[in-house]
C-alpha cells in the first residue's frame, strides 16, 4: 500500500543538494500515489496572493500537485497571511512544500516556521554541513545509499581529494562503489582520482592559489572540455580563496586546535597553511575581488564563461606576488 505524502511539508536549512532532495522525494511520493502528479515551483518574491490561491485551488480532474514555494525567508506579510488561510483549511491532492532557510529579515518570514509546524507540517531539515564530522557521515551515508562500505580511511581520503562540495562528494561516492565493486578504502578511492583529479574544480582551484598559472590553466582546459559546469568551478576556486585568506589571518597554529574555531576539518587547514606562504593582505583582497565578480560572470553575466573563468585563474595567480 502507498503511502500518501504529508500534504504540508517544511523544508528547512541552506544546503542546496538536500533541499533538491527534498522535493524531489516529495514529488516521487506524490506521483507514487498519482502518476499524474506535477510539480510547480515559485520563489516567494514572486507571488501574489492571488496567485497562490490559483494555485492551490482545487482541481476539477482531481490531478495531484506538488506546490513548491522557493526562498520563504523571503516572505511577505500579505503571501504568509494567505499561505496560512490556505493550510488551515488545505485543497484535497496538493502537496504544499514550503522551502526557507530558517532565517527572514520580516516579521512574517521569521514566524512562518513556527507556524507552519504548529499545523503539522512535516519537518526535513537541510542545514549546512559545516562542521568534519557532518562532512564525513555525510560521505559514509551517500556510499550506504549507492549500497556500499567505506572505512575511515577511505572517508578521510576522499574529502582530502574531492574537498567539501556536496554534490562533488555524492557523485564521487556513487562512482566509487560502482568502480570498487561496493568495497570502498583508501586505496579505492586514490587509484579512482588518480589522473582525475586534475579535471575537478576543486584541483584547478588548488593550483590557482599555489600560484602554478600553468598546472592551473591546463587543469582548466581539462575541465571544461569534460564538461565540468562553470560554476562548480567558479565556486571552488572563490572556496580556495576564502580558506586560504581565512587560515591566514588566523596565524600559524595546530589544525587540530584551529578546526573548531574556523569551523573546517584539520586537513583542510593544513593544505591551507602550505597555500598561504607567500600571499599577501593586498593579493588576498585582489583575489577575493576576482572570485566576487566570477561568481556574477559565471551565472549569466559574462558573454563567453570560459574566458571569463580563464582570465579569473590567470589574477588569482598574478595576485599571489601582491604585497
Not at 495531484?64 to 511577505?76: E, M, N, P, T, Y
Request: some cysteine; aromatic content about 2%; hydrophobic content about 45%.
Amino acid at each position: 500500500m502507498t503511502t500518501a505524502p504529508a500534504p504540508l511539508q517544511l523544508v528547512i536549512g541552506e544546503e542546496e543538494l538536500l533541499i533538491e532532495r527534498a522535493v524531489r522525494a516529495a514529488l516521487d511520493a506524490a506521483r507514487a500515489a498519482d502518476p499524474t502528479a506535477d510539480l510547480t515551483r515559485n520563489r516567494v518574491s514572486e507571488l501574489t496572493p492571488p496567485v497562490l490561491a490559483e494555485l492551490v485551488s482545487p482541481s476539477l480532474f482531481s490531478e495531484g500537485r506538488v506546490i513548491v514555494l522557493d526562498s520563504a525567508q523571503d516572505i511577505s506579510q500579505d503571501l504568509a497571511d494567505a499561505v496560512l488561510a490556505y493550510i488551515a483549511s488545505p485543497a484535497d491532492g496538493i502537496v504544499l512544500v514550503v522551502v526557507h532557510s530558517g532565517g527572514g529579515r520580516s516579521k512574517a518570514a521569521k514566524a512562518l516556521p513556527a507556524a507552519l509546524k504548529k499545523a503539522g507540517a512535516e519537518i526535513i531539515e537541510c542545514p549546512k554541513l559545516t562542521k568534519p564530522a557532518e562532512r564525513e557521515s555525510f560521505v559514509r551515508n551517500e556510499v550506504r545509499r549507492s549500497g556500499g562500505k567505506i572505512d575511515a580511511a577511505g572517508v578521510m581520503a576522499l574529502l582530502d581529494t574531492v574537498g567539501s562540495d556536496l554534490r562533488e562528494l555524492s557523485s564521487a561516492a556513487t562512482q566509487l562503489v560502482a568502480d570498487a565493486g561496493g568495497v570502498v578504502d583508501e586505496q579505492a578511492v586514490r587509484r579512482y582520482h588518480t589522473g582525475r583529479a586534475d579535471v575537478t574544480g576543486f584541483a584547478v582551484a588548488e593550483k590557482a592559489v599555489s600560484g602554478d598559472r600553468g598546472a592551473a590553466l591546463e587543469s582548466l582546459r581539462w575541465a571544461m572540455q569534460l564538461g565540468v559546469p562553470h560554476v562548480l568551478v567558479a565556486d571552488a576556486l572563490a572556496d580556495a580563496v576564502r580558506t586560504v585568506a581565512r587560515v591566514s589571518a588566523a596565524g600559524r597554529g595546530n589544525p587540530n586546535q584551529m578546526a573548531g574555531e574556523l569551523g573546517m576539518p584539520p586537513w583542510k587547514i593544513r593544505k591551507a597553511q602550505g597555500q598561504s606562504r607567500g600571499w599577501g593582505q593586498d593579493g588576498l583582497a585582489t583575489a577575493m575581488r576576482v572570485v566576487a565578480r566570477l561568481n556574477a560572470e559565471v551565472k549569466g553575466a559574462a558573454a563567453d564563461a570560459d574566458y571569463a573563468l580563464e582570465r579569473a585563474v590567470t589574477e588569482v595567480v598574478a595576485a599571489k606576488g601582491e604585497r
